[in-house]
């Protein structure tokens, strides 16, 4: 059974760091990309980032609004993800969701986010 | 940036319905549709990929279509459980899955 559970949260200061970490089980860790999502309160979902697998060179993409101040790793020898945050802000305040990308092809290649984490509250105050 | 709309915000309808709900893409996305459900403190689940495919496991009352910019999502008979928040994603631009602001359905 696939399962992905992400750990790290919690309350932390404008400015201070704090490292989520996602571990995984039941697939192939090292041959997926893994993303980063996040969900402000009341709020709709939003990418944050993304590493592709080793195969890919485990490159990084982020969304705009954590360029430069959130980093995401990955250890495929302990089939964990991780998101780094530095320099945080009140507008980071959110649940973040780590999920495994899938690609497949059905007449054309087609990408699908199928398992998700539980999520792990992030809260940046003063 | 591939902007997506969802219509409408909210309805309510009652056990038994046939619910439809839209999303459009600001361009062409050809069939690079998710749509997911969320419940109350709970993590999205992958309902339909690919516009019209339904992931392994989800009830067939679930039903995805169009391609482009015009996505419809379906409920064919609503139950108890489908109370939640649908939200569709566009995977044009992956990795980065843009998401619409959702649509709620609420019991009437």
């Known amino acids: 059974e696939v399962q992905l559970v992400e750990s790290g949260g919690g309350l932390v200061r404008p400015g201070r760091s704090l490292r989520l970490t996602c571990s995984a089980s039941?697939?192939?860790?090292?041959?997926?990309?893994m993303s980063w999502f996040r969900q402000a309160p009341g709020k709709g979902l939003e990418w944050v980032g993304f590493?592709?697998?080793?195969?890919?060179?485990?490159?990084?993409e982020y969304a705009a609004s954590v360029q430069g101040r959130f980093t995401i790793s990955r250890d495929d020898s302990r089939s964990i993800a991780y998101l780094h945050m530095d320099s945080p802000n009140t507008e980071d305040t959110a649940v973040y969701y780590c999920?495994?990308?899938?690609?497949?092809?059905?007449?054309?290649?087609?990408?699908?986010?199928?398992?998700w984490g539980q999520g792990t509250p992030v809260t940046v105050s003063s | 940036d591939i902007q997506m709309t969802q219509s409408p915000s909210s309805l309510s309808a009652s056990v038994g319905d046939r619910v439809t709900m839209t999303c459009r893409a600001s361009?062409?996305?050809?069939?690079?549709l998710n749509w997911y459900q969320q419940k109350p403190g709970k993590a999205p689940k992958l309902l339909i990929y690919?516009?019209?495919r339904l992931q392994s496991g989800v009830s067939s009352r679930f039903s995805g279509s169009g391609s482009g910019t015009d996505f419809t999502l379906t409920i064919s008979s609503l139950q108890p459980d489908d109370f939640a928040i649908y939200y569709c994603?566009?995977?044009?631009?992956?990795?980065?899955?843009?998401f619409g602001q959702g649509t709620k359905v609420e019991i009437k």
């Open positions: 039941g697939f192939t860790f090292g041959a997926y990309g």
């Open positions: 590493i592709r697998s080793k195969a890919y060179y485990g490159t990084t």
């Open positions: 994603q566009q995977t044009y631009s992956t990795p980065q899955g843009t």
């Open positions: 690919a516009a019209s």
């Open positions: 361009q062409n996305i050809n069939r690079l």
């Open positions: 999920t495994r990308l899938t690609s497949k092809y059905v007449d054309f290649d087609v990408y699908y986010f199928d398992y």
